[in-house]
């Protein structure tokens, strides 16, 4: 079957750097978006990876790992505003999202 | 460029009652939109997915004959919930794709429907 896997919660310090981890198994591979949505609001894009590496954006990066079927969202500099959920998702073979729970990002001052 | 709208933004309706939610792509044309549930702290649900001039394809468990999808032109599809329950109640997003050569979904800013 096709699943997505990330924590369900992290808690960061303002300034610090988070790394938010997920694994994904999906029938075909067109790629691994990463988005951020808060309360209340629909998902705003952050990254997409379908390529294995690293690709930054700012303070936010982004990591793939096909053989290992992993992605890690990586954010710098944290900001209070950037308390949010994290969505992973892993496009398959026929160019369907396949959506993990989110991850919860609580920042602390 | 890639905005698309939703409306309305929220609505209240009574028990019974049916609701139609327009999504629209803006700038773009959107040639596949996808219908999304998110209940409180849970991820998004796909409904359905749509494309312009065909039958939407819903996924498992999601009643067609109650959320009708219409995906009449590029730009607009319309997701009606017919004899809304308190169960229905939930936060409907919708999404545009067409635009972007790595199939990014756009995301409208959801409508929040409470059925009393």
């Known amino acids: 079957g096709q699943n997505i896997d990330q924590p369900t919660e992290m808690t960061a310090t303002e300034g610090a750097i988070v790394q938010i981890n997920c694994t994904y198994q999906?029938?075909?591979?067109?790629?691994l978006f990463w988005y951020q949505q808060h309360a209340g609001e629909a998902p705003t894009f952050l990254s997409y990876n379908v390529l294995d590496g690293l690709e930054e954006k700012g303070r936010f990066s982004s990591f793939l790992s096909r053989s290992k079927g992993y992605s890690y969202l990586l954010l710098k500099e944290l900001q209070m505003k950037d308390s949010a959920s994290y969505l992973c998702a892993a496009m398959d073979s026929n160019y369907q999202l396949i959506w993990g729970a989110g991850t919860k990002l609580i920042i602390k001052p | 460029g890639a905005v698309v709208s939703q409306h309305p933004s929220w609505v209240i309706c009574k028990s019974g009652t049916s609701v139609k939610i327009e999504c629209r792509s803006l700038d773009f044309q959107a040639t596949t939109m996808f219908w999304y549930r998110q209940f409180p702290k849970q991820s998004l649900m796909l409904m359905a997915t749509s494309n312009e001039g065909s039958k939407a394809t819903y996924e498992q468990g999601v009643e067609k004959d109650k959320f009708l999808i219409n995906h009449a032109s590029l730009t607009l599809s319309t997701l009606t919930v017919t004899s809304a329950h308190p169960e229905d109640s939930s936060f409907y997003i919708c999404?545009?794709?067409?635009?972007?050569?790595?199939?990014?979904?756009?995301f409208g800013p959801g409508t929040r429907l409470t059925v009393l």
């Open positions: 999404s545009a794709q067409g635009l972007a050569e790595n199939n990014e979904q756009f």
């Open positions: 999906t029938s075909g591979f067109n790629g």
